[in-house]
């Protein structure tokens, strides 16, 4: 199962947007597990109730109606998360290809095979972010993700300076780019493809 994990620097920065973009005319059977932590909460919540996930106007339900065929919300305080999640995890179909992880604090107790961080420069960085800014394998800046609706053309940073192959190829898919079109967005940004399969870069 693919692992992408979905971060940002602050709230609205339109991590659902991204995700709900790339699930669309996706042809892998997708399930997306949104995450939230509440220290104030005596015990985690993990809801996967159809009443509750398909609420006209929530998060949960864009990615629904965007093409994500399993949608677990999480609600933890972050001592108990890794606990939660794998709750989460025990609820996914075996037959899940791809995994989309929404959340920042998560994303320390997970190594998802690709990890994307919204960039808002106009609200304050929360702390959760700051531990995942610098893990993050791409950074896209919120206001171009929000102005533009579409990933096609969409720009964005791939940091450190290595991606393996595997990633690249991952990327191209998610944002519907072609291979080439990866290939020359890592050769502009001087990216080293490490791992490469023989004649794909």
């Not at 990615?63 to 606990?83: T, W, Y």
């Not at 995890?89 to 920042?104: A, C, K, P, Q, V």
């Amino acid at each position: 199962m693919e692992m992408i994990g979905v971060s940002a620097s602050a709230s609205k920065a339109g991590k659902t947007t991204l995700i709900s973009l790339m699930l669309e005319d996706s042809c892998a059977k997708t399930a997306v597990i949104k995450t939230s932590v509440n220290n104030e909460l005596d015990q985690y919540k993990v809801i996967n109730d159809p009443k509750v996930i398909n609420q006209t106007g929530t998060d949960t339900a864009r990615v629904v109606e965007h093409g994500a065929d399993k949608v677990i919300l999480l609600e933890s305080p972050a001592a108990e998360l890794p606990s939660a999640y794998q709750l989460a995890r025990n609820l996914l179909d075996d037959d899940i290809e791809r995994l989309f992880i929404e959340g920042n604090t998560i994303i320390n107790f997970l190594n998802p095979d690709l990890l994307f961080y919204l960039e808002n420069n106009d609200q304050p960085e929360k702390d959760s972010a700051k531990m995942v800014k610098n893990r993050a394998n791409v950074k896209i800046n919120t206001n171009t993700l929000l102005s533009a609706g579409k990933l096609m053309d969409l720009p964005f940073i791939i940091q450190p300076e290595k991606m393996t192959c595997y990633q690249a190829h991952l990327l191209a898919d998610l944002l519907k780019m072609s291979v080439p079109q990866v290939g020359k967005i890592v050769k502009e940004q001087d990216i080293k493809i490490v791992k490469c399969q023989l004649g794909l870069f």
